[in-house]
T-cell receptor
Framework: GAGVSQSPSNKVTEKGKDVELRCDPISGHTALYWYRQSLGQGLEFLIY????????KSGLPSDRFSAERTGGSVSTLTIQRTQQEDSAVYLCASSLGPRSYEQYFGPGTRLTVT | GIQVEQSPPDLILQEGANSTLRCNFSDSVNNLQWFHQNPWGQLINLFY???GTKQNGRLSATTVATERYSLLYISSSQTTDSGVYFC?????????????FGKGTLLTVNP
């Protein structure tokens, strides 16, 4: 079946602009995660959605970052007023449930802020 | 939070050689996964192995949960095995089911 998909695959934006990154999880997966991979910080958690529960935003680095998940499926990560330190690969993952389930990752969106 | 340490950080092999990658973690876990990140950045699931031993072709993994470590074995390595191998864990307890990743092992397999 189809895996996790993300779009765009690459995004170049100017400092100060807003960007939206999209994630389509595996059909039937109720849990959705966003992670970020950067040279200095490795792979780090950003935000977690489970069903209709309030998201866990504990990993978001600043209030410029927000995310939503519509209809329990597609998710959008928005970064406002982008900064150069936001340059990274943004990875989305999904799993069947919230605990002790295998997570499957999408191909990522490479964001470059110039 | 939980700490995840991987060793070695870098490994260079000749094609056909065997290798063992190690992952140590500092607390009990519900989930442990091994990933291979290919040159295009995609994280490929290798094993979901919070405990026990699994094998998949030339790869196998063992997790000893009571001693808080996991090992990934690669036998008869091929150039396509090159890339970064990550161990990631989900700690027991709490309400956040995020994975915490180690820094990875960069494997280079030369022809």
């Amino acid at each position: 079946g189809a895996g996790v998909s993300q779009s765009p695959s690459n995004k170049v934006t100017e400092k100060g602009k807003d960007v939206e990154l999209r994630c389509d999880p595996i059909s039937g997966h109720t849990a959705l995660y966003w992670y970020r991979q950067s040279l200095g910080q490795g792979l780090e958690f950003l935000i977690y959605f489970q069903g209709n529960s309030a998201p866990d935003k504990s990993g978001l680095p600043s209030d410029r970052f927000s995310a939503e998940r519509t209809g329990g499926s597609v998710s959008t990560l928005t970064i406002q007023r982008t900064q150069q330190e936001d340059s990274a690969v943004y990875l989305c993952a999904s799993s069947l449930g919230p605990r002790s389930y295998e997570q499957y990752f999408g191909p990522g969106t490479r964001l470059t802020v110039t | 939070g939980i700490q995840v340490e991987q060793s070695p950080p870098d490994l260079i092999l000749q094609e056909g050689a065997n290798s063992t990658l190690r992952c140590n973690f500092s607390d009990s876990v519900n989930n442990l996964q091994w990933f291979h990140q290919n040159p295009w950045g995609q994280l490929i699931n290798l094993f979901y192995i919070p405990s026990g031993t699994k094998q998949n072709g030339r790869l196998s993994a063992t997790t000893v949960a009571t001693e808080r470590y996991s090992l990934l074995y690669i036998s008869s390595s091929q150039t396509t095995d090159s890339g970064v191998y990550f161990c990631a864990v989900e700690p027991s307890g709490g309400s956040n089911y995020k994975l915490t990743f180690g820094k990875g092992t960069l494997l280079t397999v030369n022809p």
